[in-house]
């Protein structure tokens, strides 16, 4: 069993913010795969579902990003799953826009999401799928990119990387990362 984690925020008014591409990626999934509907449980809404055999537990918190641990650290503990089947899915500044990567642990890199599960779980050595929202290039500005919608021109990368992470979710949960990380590269090269 694994337990999927998109961060984001719930105000519907906040759906489309670059901050929610976690909560999308989860949907997507979630959708392509046929996991069961999402109903409230731990602090957040949870559906299941089997992606290459293994069991799923997608989690949204509704907590607020800040406080992402406080869903995630309890329904880690009520599957008595460790770190290892632990993957949060959450927007990366340090990404150009379409890209992706997959690691294991490593610091938050201001990333308050990232940062309450560290604390909350007691380790930060749990999976990472670092999806590109790209820089603003300026520190003052990272705080109105992050929380800005998908502008109009990004709707081909963001369904291309969407989709393609989707497709190749069975490779993610099989562990094969590198595999993961070129599948999608390769979906998703002539679109970002």
Avoid: C
């Amino acid at each position: 069993m694994k337990l999927w984690v998109g961060l984001g925020n719930p105000e519907p008014g906040m759906a489309r913010q670059r901050h929610n591409i976690g909560f999308m990626a989860l949907d997507v999934i979630a959708a392509r795969h046929g996991f069961g509907p999402w109903r409230q449980r731990f602090k957040g809404v949870i559906a299941e579902g089997v992606i290459g055999g293994e069991k799923i537990i997608g989690l949204k918190p509704m907590t607020y990003m800040n406080d992402s641990g406080d869903a995630v650290q309890p329904a880690a503990a009520f599957f008595k799953l460790a770190a290892d089947d632990i993957t949060a899915f959450h927007d990366e500044l340090d990404l150009a826009p379409g890209k992706m990567r997959v690691k294991r642990g490593g610091g938050a890199a201001g990333h308050n999401g990232l940062r309450s599960m560290d604390r909350r779980l007691g380790t930060p050595d749990y999976w990472r799928v670092r999806l590109g929202i790209g820089h603003p290039g300026q520190k003052e500005r990272v705080l109105g990119h992050v929380l800005g919608d998908f502008a109009r021109v990004d709707r081909d990368w963001l369904v291309a990387l969407l989709d393609a992470v989707a497709d190749e979710a069975a490779l993610l949960v099989a562990g094969r990362h590198e595999e993961f990380m070129s599948k999608v590269a390769l979906k998703t090269q002539d679109i970002a």
